[in-house]
């Protein structure tokens, strides 16, 4: 006879929103249970937490990023600081590059199995439906290695997140016609390697190949990159990137993809003209879908959108009283960090019996090289709302310790409400962004102005300090432009 197990909490996917749901909630002394049917990429094993970003995103692709900067850095050499080396005697060893990214998610899934054990968060691998409203709790089935359980908890929290979309007429077999998925793998360069997409996914993924020798054209419908970020960012992340060989098609549309003996034929059209590109793989970074589907959402009643992503509030409440969701599967904001923040956030509201609610920017990353980061408004979209700017840009050409490593590429702008002086968005463009940007969103969420951010002393020489002299540029008071 089938047992059913209770708890007070229980959370579907074991990614960036769900794995932090678990652990705050068992940290307040609720029992919790966590369930998610990912299985590691590499060797098939079940019980790999973290999902896409632990798997097949975050992680994964900053290793291979890594791994392809320093093998082009030592190519290329550091001759103005008198080092040079033999360009011809460097060499890769492609099968222990991807062991170094295999490594990284299995450490990643690892630790996250001994964080449940320190809490006490049961996890169970397997997939979660929906059974039934029990009008005090929910009964959700879970098909697992096992075999089939039911689980009754008082409050679920959906995390399963979402799976990479694909055009219509595109099929993707992962192995020549990719997502990121597949992208991740690749044994070696492709000599020809197409990209619809030029998105962040598509422009880290295409420079960890660009670098490693492939030649790399990106495709995509709208007519600048990072449309996002300040405008000054996307042209010079676009300038950067075509110095480095990159070919751009923007504003087209793509009209087939068919495999041929030739490879993989791409045919597409601007402005009434078609053409075709010929490439030996092609990865396909257009955005994600909802696995909401997946928890049978219909045996409960919760409300999904038009897209199939699952409608929340504020504070991540659906539709039905004690089912909450959070991460890319409400159709937000879909980056990993902002997950994690929704996830803690929850499990502080089931615990505290009220929704709490929680108020922070949230900042965005692309890790080529240099780096490129904002959060808060652009010039664009403040011009936008109204809002009028002073803006202030340094130069790391202007910065000491960008001098002394060499790397001068980039700036630090910095926008300033006109009115009250408040920062209202920060755009970098350079090495050390992804981190520099963290003290930026620490400014705007305490509502600092841009005399605050330039009084505090930063340390010299660092890259940091290129933020504080653009904010005391935006009230044309620094003294080192």
């Known amino acids: 006879m089938q047992t059913t197990t209770t708890c007070d909490v229980l959370v579907i996917g074991a990614g960036p929103g769900g794995y932090p749901a678990a652990i705050r909630a068992a940290q307040q002394g609720l029992s919790t249970i966590v369930v998610d049917a990912m299985t590691n990429p590499d060797d098939g094993a079940s019980g790999a937490w973290g999902g896409v970003c632990a798997n097949h995103g975050c992680i994964p692709s900053k290793a291979l990023l890594s791994a392809s900067a320093r093998f082009l850095q030592l190519k290329k050499g550091f001759a103005s600081m008198g080092i040079t080396v033999d360009a011809a005697a460097v060499h890769i060893d492609y099968a222990q590059m991807q062991q ?3 490594r990284c998610v ?3 899934n690892a630790g996250l199995t001994r964080l449940f054990a320190k809490y006490g968060v049961k996890s169970i691998a397997g997939l979660a439906r929906f059974e039934k409203n029990l009008g005090s709790g929910f009964l959700v089935r879970i098909d697992s290695e096992q075999g089939p359980m039911m689980i009754q908890s008082k409050n679920v929290v959906v995390a399963c997140g979402t799976k990479p979309r694909c055009l219509p007429g595109i099929e993707m077999d992962e192995k020549d016609i990719v997502s990121h998925c597949g992208a991740l793998k ?3 360069p492709p000599a020809r390697l197409g990209v619809i997409g030029a998105g962040v996914v598509g422009l880290e993924l295409a420079s960890v190949w660009k670098r490693l020798g492939s ?8 007519s600048s990159i990072l449309p996002i970020a300040d405008a000054a960012v996307g042209s010079a992340v676009k300038s950067q990137l075509q110095d480095e060989g990159f070919d751009f098609e923007l504003g087209v549309r793509i009209l087939r993809v068919q495999k041929t003996k030739e490879g993989i034929e791409v045919d597409f059209e601007r402005d ?14 257009v955005g994600r879908t909802s696995l909401a589907e997946s928890t049978n959402p219909q045996a409960v009643g919760l409300a999904l959108d038009e897209k199939g992503y699952i409608k929340v509030d504020q504070f991540c409440r659906t539709n039905v009283a004690g089912i909450w969701a959070v991460g890319d599967v409400t159709g937000g904001i879909q980056l990993a960090h902002y997950a994690h923040e929704q996830g803690v956030q929850v499990a502080q509201s089931i615990a505290a019996g009220a929704p709490r609610f929680w108020h922070s920017p949230v900042p965005s990353v692309v890790y080529i090289d240099p780096e490129a980061a904002w959060v808060g408004e652009s010039q664009e979209s403040a011009a936008q709302k109204g809002i009028e700017l002073r803006a202030g840009t340094c130069p790391f050409a202007a910065n000491g310790r960008a001098r002394a490593q060499g790397d001068t590429r980039g700036f630090v702008k910095v926008l300033a409400d006109a009115r009250t ?4 968005g920060v755009h970098i463009f350079g090495e050390g962004a992804a981190d520099i940007i963290a003290e930026a969103t620490s400014a705007i969420a305490f509502g600092a102005t841009a005399e605050d951010l330039g009084m505090v002393i930063h340390p010299h020489p660092s890259l940091s300090e290129a933020l504080a002299t653009a904010a005391l540029a935006a009230r044309k008071e620094a003294t080192d432009l």
């Open 272 to 285: 009434s003209q078609k053409q075709t590109a010929v490439f030996d793989k092609l990865l396909v970074a």
């Open 100 to 102: 170094h990214r295999a």
């Open 421 to 424: 002086d408040r920062i209202v």
């Open 186 to 188: 690749f044994d070696e």
């Open 106 to 108: 299995k450490a990643s």
């Open 215 to 222: 030649r790399v054209q990106l495709f995509d419908a709208a």
